[in-house]
């Protein structure tokens, strides 16, 4: 049982606007000094990092993808949905009890 | 271009020990961090450690300090990772991945991944 909860699906039509939720706490999203970190998973395949600090994408992700934090929850949102898009997504971020970073459970994006 | 490779899958028995390996190339091996991430079959990835090259000081999971071991070797490139009395549940695809920042988590090359399958 992860210490982030991510719904364990998630699903659209081309086009659409999806957003995928990460619930945390005080210790880990809702620290202020700490950022949440979104990864793209293809099955098969090592995981790709989408987001960093938060809402920061590294060069070459899509502007379509973008992520938001607010208190102890962060957000990835998809616009303009494509059938690519469909893959696993994980929150990440670290945690000052456990001292360790941790990952969400995941969500499943289908395209519909 | 920036590559990491990791060694061949491995199959052990509970109680043995593994190690993988992580060869980078493309890139200058001590100026980035490294962490090893494992994911078992159908689970979401879990945060093992990591290494820094430069000097080689290590910081393991509270989960499996104790029975893991980073190390690397500058004049080959390459980091390794060992793990000691293995268990089921050990059972999982281990990747190294580098790290762009200090302190943060953002991985942006990884490894193909080793699957470690620990089976009496």
């Known amino acids: 049982q992860s210490v982030l909860t991510q719904p364990p699906s998630a699903s659209g039509t081309p086009g659409q606007r999806v957003t995928i939720s990460c619930s945390g706490s005080r210790s880990n999203i809702g620290s202020e000094s700490e950022y949440v970190f979104w990864y793209q998973q293809f099955a098969g395949a090592a995981p790709k990092l989408l987001i960093h600090r938060n809402d920061q994408r590294p060069s070459g992700v899509p502007d379509r993808f973008s992520g938001s934090k607010s208190g102890t929850s962060a957000s990835l949102a998809i616009s303009g949905l494509r059938s690519e898009d469909e893959a696993d997504y994980y929150c990440?971020?670290?945690?000052?009890?456990?001292?360790?970073?941790?990952f969400g459970g995941g969500t499943k994006l289908t395209v519909l | 271009q920036v590559q990491l490779v990791q060694s061949g899958a491995e199959v052990k028995k509970p109680g043995a020990s593994v190690r993988v390996s992580c060869k980078a190339s493309g890139y200058t091996f001590a100026s980035y961090a490294l962490h090893w991430v494992r994911q078992a079959p159908g689970q979401s990835p879990e945060w093992v450690g990591w290494?820094?090259?430069?000097?080689?000081?290590?910081r393991y999971s509270q989960k499996l300090k104790g029975r893991v071991t980073f190390s690397r070797d500058t004049s080959a490139s390459t980091a390794y990772m060992e793990l000691n009395n293995l268990r089921s549940e050990d059972t999982a695809v281990y990747y190294c991945a580098r790290l762009v920042s200090s302190g943060n988590l953002d991985l942006d090359y990884w490894g193909q991944g080793t699957l470690v399958t620990v089976s009496s």
């Open positions: 990440a971020t670290w945690d000052d009890s456990l001292s360790d970073w941790v």
């Open positions: 290494i820094t090259t430069a000097n080689g000081n290590t």
